[in-house]
């Protein structure tokens, strides 16, 4: 069975950084790849980045590029994001997914979910 825990969110100003850590089950690491999503109040799921199994390869949304970045710990079986420059719109609980299948932007195609972690960035 895979567990994904999410940690490491939390009020922050706005300019500001913060790091989230999602812990999965061994098995997960180097079989699925993983991704964080976000979901704004009142707003839905939407995607923030992508990671592959062997985590060589990245993908982010566009508005993500350059300020945050997803990478892998498979010695630790840890996926982290680390996001950097947080406006006030980067409000949202934030998920970590595994095992995607189909458009790995949409919501639908994870079937691994984390509970998902607060972030709240103050103007």
């Known amino acids: 069975q895979v567990h994904l825990v999410e940690s490491g969110g939390g009020l922050v100003q706005a300019g500001g950084s913060l790091r989230l850590s999602c812990a999965a089950s061994a098995h997960t690491f180097g079989t699925y790849p993983m991704g964080w999503f976000r979901q704004p109040p009142g707003k839905e799921r939407e995607f923030v980045a992508a990671?592959?199994?062997?985590?060589?390869?990245?993908y982010y949304a566009d508005s993500m590029k350059g300020r945050f970045a997803i990478s892998s710990d498979t010695s630790t079986n840890m996926l982290y994001l680390q996001m950097s420059g947080l406006k006030p719109e980067d409000t949202a609980i934030y998920f970590c997914?595994?095992?995607?299948?189909?458009?790995?932007?949409?919501?639908?195609?994870?079937?691994?979910w984390g509970q998902g972690t607060q972030v709240t960035v103050s103007s």
């Open positions: 990671i592959t199994s062997s985590g060589r390869d990245t």
């Open positions: 997914a595994a095992d995607p299948d189909g458009d790995y932007k949409t919501a639908n195609a994870w079937h691994l």
